[in-house]
């Protein structure tokens, strides 16, 4: 748009320049053979054929001195191209010299240049914004990942300090349990008295039980497994504006990681989908093939914006690369998520 305007500037000097030089001479032809060169240098990114093409003007230049009116006009696409050294076709205004043709000319080498460094700079900032964009992008992607290590983390630290607990539990009350069993069983060997016996049995069903309860409760302490189907779930019931179907067939057992990663991605699916999409209905289907697990998610939104998502789908195939598996999605009738995790 700059380059347009000042070139317009110019021809409109030209053409003043021209009839005032020569107000009784038809100049039509003259102007729009310099303005066709100059559109042509404009359009061509071929340096010879440029060259050509100036060659061609300073040939018509000396057939026809009129055509020095409209040096100018080429001389803002010849210092593009040949910076400095234009100023040695200079001499060309002499053969139809104006003051105003030669300050015109000046002029456009003036601002050919200045034009020739805002694009530059120009260039330079847009170079600086993509990379501010990138840097942005990825500073949000480490952000988010950030926030899934350390969900992840705090879960591992709850997990240990109940391991823990349930450590301490077995090796001092359940052994001072089990002991207290032993003696009770003792005592009910040496008693000669049918009261006391009854006493002790009774003593001993208690320790028994208590011993039981203690057992289910290390059981569960020391339970390092994340139940999946649980936490998917309690993440449906938290979006009650959609109509949220779970079909899980996971039947053996996988680790706390994968877990973890599934659950990531189920919770990103449908968040976004909350957020993003105008979808009253969403299936979930977490389904165990003999040799992968899959996963797909599919709503019935229609507005979905595509760029919401994007450090979301990107989180989503490196989950996928990380197990060897594949990832797609499509926005077709709604937005649908297929990921397939190979097992081993």
């Given at each position: ?22 107000p ?89 240049i ?51 607990i ?28 049918d ?9 001993q ?16 302490l ?15 019931s938290e ?29 990103e ?8 999409s ?15 697990y ?40 709604g ?10």
């Amino acid at each position: 748009m700059r380059s347009f305007a000042e070139k317009s500037f110019i021809m409109l000097l030209c053409l003043y320049n021209s009839y005032r030089i020569n107000p009784h001479t038809n100049l039509v032809v003259y102007f729009l053979i310099s303005l066709i060169i100059s559109l042509v240098l404009d359009l061509l990114d071929d340096k010879k054929i440029r060259n050509i093409i100036y060659l061609l003007f300073v040939i018509l230049c000396f057939s026809h001195n009129l055509f020095v009116f409209y040096l100018p006009l080429i001389l803002y696409n010849m210092c593009l191209d040949f910076k400095v050294y234009t100023l040695f076709t200079l001499p060309l205004i002499l053969m139809n010299f104006s003051t105003i043709n030669l300050l015109s000319s000046i002029g456009a080498v003036y601002l050919s240049i200045m034009t020739k460094k805002y694009n530059i700079i120009l260039d330079e900032n847009k170079t600086v914004r993509d990379e501010l964009k990138e840097d942005t992008f990825y500073l949000e992607k480490y952000n988010k990942q950030l926030l899934i290590d350390k969900e992840k983390n705090v879960h591992i630290a709850i997990l240990t300090e109940r391991n823990r607990i349930a450590r301490e539990l077995h090796d001092s009350i359940g052994h001072a349990i089990s002991s207290s069993i032993l003696q009770v069983e003792a005592l009910k060997v040496i008693s000669t008295e049918d009261p006391v016996i009854k006493n002790l049995n009774t003593l001993q069903n208690t320790l028994k039980s208590g011993m039981d309860d203690i057992r289910k409760s290390i059981h569960n302490l020391y339970n390092e497994s994340l139940d999946l189907e649980e936490q998917i779930e309690k993440l449906c019931s938290e979006i009650p504006t959609v109509d949220v179907e779970l079909v899980y067939k996971f039947d053996e057992e996988i680790d706390y990681d994968l877990k973890f990663d599934i659950l990531s991605v189920v919770k990103e699916a449908l968040t976004n989908c909350a957020k993003h999409s105008n979808a009253t209905k969403i299936k979930v289907s977490l389904l165990s093939q003999p040799k992968f697990y899959s996963i797909l998610i599919e709503d019935n939104g229609s507005n979905f914006d595509k760029k919401s998502k994007g450090i979301g789908l990107l989180s989503m195939n490196e989950i996928a690369e990380k197990y060897n598996g594949y990832f797609n999605c499509k926005f077709e009738d709604g937005f649908k998520i297929h990921m397939t995790l190979m097992k081993g």
